[in-house]
């Protein structure tokens, strides 16, 4: 269990902060890191020293996209030689923060900022909040804290919310996660920019590459799991990155009927990465948890060391399992948009908008 007091008097006490994000950075874990980077320079109680801040991620290569978050921050330069306080962003489990584990755990005191439900408490201070984005977490803690909190900050928050609920429309969307989108469009933040920056802003390789997954699409489970591969080859023809690969497993769970969706990439000789997808109260993260991973209940992952010819068997043999505990469940079954005639009255109370 995690301390919030503790962990902003750590904050507060510490001169030589270290903040990590995962390996493979997605928008919420960079915009994560540098909105708390940000609050806590931003407001630093009067007559305090200003503090060594170091923002740390382990990756090859970050999407153009993702990358303009931290564009204008240094990052992975060592300004200290040990760190009063390590902060991991968005890392569900400490091997997220790849080769600078161990850089992490050399510091005094250690937090853990997360929102995955898989979350494995391998920091001294683990501050899990159940809630749409690690960004949302940083922006409780901030409100908490009375923290002055810039537009720019709200950029960095709106983004990493939108990125990880797919523009809300999945994920642990809670009461305040609206509420904190409400704030957000009070402030001066150009929504519609954003909106387009992150999701309607993919450059061709990605196109091509969707069409290539596309072509693979299968079904199995009576239509209940759609499946989609690709290998680093096919990175290699659409001149793509692993990065681009996000988002095109949503294409599986986006079609009627299907319940897991799967996007198995192959990366290097006998290494999968493989993504999944759920929905109908069907929990995704439960079946990557049995191969090493994890995530959320809807969006989850894990990697594979072996032949897809290994993992396929074990690998339907969970999602079937779980298909099982919910049988015939449709979701949308239960929606009700109300009748004609009690969506006019709502227009019908003055006799100007009388429609
Ligand atoms: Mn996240």
Redesign the pocket.
């Known amino acids: 269990m995690g301390s919030l007091a503790k962990g902003l008097d750590d904050i507060l006490h510490s001169d030589k902060i270290a903040i990590f994000c995962h390996t493979m950075p997605?928008a919420?874990?960079l915009a994560s890191a540098v909105a708390l980077k940000k609050l806590i320079k931003q407001n630093l109680p009067e007559g305090t020293a200003q503090k060594q801040i170091d923002i740390f991620v382990d990756a090859d290569e970050i999407s153009e996209i993702n990358g303009a978050i931290i564009k204008n921050v240094e990052t992975n330069v060592q300004h200290c030689e040990k760190y009063d306080l390590a902060i991991a962003v968005?890392c569900a489990s400490s091997n997220r923060l790849g080769k600078y584990e161990e850089l992490f755990f050399s510091a005094d005191k250690t937090i853990n900022i997360d929102?995955?439900a898989t979350n494995t408490q391998y920091a001294q201070n683990n501050l899990v909040l159940k809630g749409s984005?690690?960004c949302e977490a940083i922006y409780i803690l901030a409100k908490i804290k009375n923290y002055n909190i810039s537009d720019e900050v709200c950029n960095l928050i709106y983004s990493?919310i939108i990125t990880?609920t797919n523009n809300l429309t999945q994920g642990n969307i809670t009461a305040n996660t609206h509420k904190t989108i409400t704030e957000m469009v009070a402030r001066k933040i150009n929504i519609e920019a954003l909106n387009e920056h992150f999701f309607k802003n993919n450059n061709k390789s990605k196109a091509f590459l969707l069409q290539k997954a596309l072509s693979t699409l299968k079904f199995l489970s009576y239509d209940r799991i759609a499946l989609m591969k690709l290998s680093k080859q096919d990175l290699a023809n659409a001149d793509a990155c692993f990065e681009d690969t996000m988002g095109i497993v949503n294409h599986g769970i986006e079609i009627k009927g299907v319940e897991i969706a799967i996007l198995a990439i192959k990366q290097e000789d006998n290494t999968y990465y493989v993504s999944l997808r759920g929905k109908n109260n069907i929990n995704v993260a439960d079946i990557a948890k049995q191969f090493g991973g994890g995530g959320h209940d809807q969006v989850a992952a894990f990697q594979y060391n072996g032949t897809i010819a290994d993992l396929q068997q074990p690998l339907l043999k969970a999602c079937r399992e779980e298909l099982n505990k919910h049988p015939n469940e449709n979701l949308t079954d239960s929606l009700f948009f109300g009748d004609d005639e009690d969506d006019l009255k709502v227009f019908s109370n003055d006799e100007e908008t009388n429609i």
């Open positions: 997605d919420d874990t968005d929102h995955h984005s690690t990493g990880d």
